[in-house]
């Protein structure tokens, strides 16, 4: 996991559900869309986050059990980079 992931994780826990170009226009994040995109797959692979829509996601209970601390996310399935582009 990556600071950023945990951001992404504590941005979609307050708001229920974003975007990624809301996401990455927040200032706060420091990173490009397409990074922000990229994580956000990771995430979604590992079960910490859902799709919703295109490029739209929300927290899933693993998500919320991840920031509670109550799980490790060592444990999650990560997919690699290449995986991820099919």
């Given at each position: 996991?990556?600071?950023l992931d945990d951001r992404i994780l504590e941005h979609l826990n307050e708001e229920s559900w974003s975007s990624v170009?809301?996401?990455a226009s927040r200032p706060e994040?420091?990173?490009s869309k397409a990074r922000i995109r990229e994580r956000c797959q990771m995430l979604a692979s590992a079960g910490l986050i859902a799709p919703i829509h295109h490029d739209m996601y929300e927290i899933t209970t693993w998500g919320m059990?991840?920031?509670e601390g109550e799980i490790d996310a060592a444990h999650q399935p990560w997919p690699s980079a290449?995986?991820?582009r099919g």
């Open positions: 996991m990556e600071q170009s809301v996401i994040f420091r990173a059990l991840y920031l290449r995986a991820l």
